[in-house]
Nanobody
Framework: QVQLAESGGGLVQAGGSLRLSCAAS????????TGWFRQAPGKEREFVAA????????IYADSVKGRYTCSRDNAKNIVYLQMNSLKPEDTAVYYC??????????????????WGQGTQVTVSS
């Protein structure tokens, strides 16, 4: 079993940047693809980004492409989400999750096995 903990959220002005971290314990994170999702109040959880277990492949939602970058440091057992040029519509609770599937990266929340508790990101206008 994997325990995930997100950190790095906070309040930032539009145009600013934040870097989220997803730290794992229990098992090595390098065994899994890792995804980022977000959920705004009153909305469904949506896919943001994912990175392969080795870090060579990434995919992004169209809404964040070019602004967000997902990376990982398997030696530290951490996955990062660098968020630049933030917009008020990026405000949400951000979650990381693991996917044990070794094929194509997936965008569906139900494909992911373990989830963190989330970290709040608030972007003011």
């Amino acid at each position: 079993q994997v325990q995930l903990a997100e950190s790095g959220g906070g309040l930032v002005q539009a145009g600013g940047s934040l870097r989220l971290s997803c730290a794992a314990s229990g098992r090595t994170l390098s065994s899994y693809a890792t995804g980022w999702f977000r959920q705004a109040p009153g909305k469904e959880r949506e896919f943001v980004a994912a990175i392969s277990w080795g870090g060579s492949m990434t995919i992004y939602a169209d809404s964040v492409k070019g602004r967000y970058t997902c990376s990982r440091d398997n030696a530290k057992n951490i996955v990062y989400l660098q968020m630049n040029s933030l917009k008020p519509e990026d405000t949400a609770v951000y979650y990381c999750a693991t996917d044990s599937y070794r094929g194509l990266l997936r965008r569906t929340a139900s494909s992911y096995d373990y989830w963190g508790q989330g970290t709040q990101v608030t972007v003011s206008s």
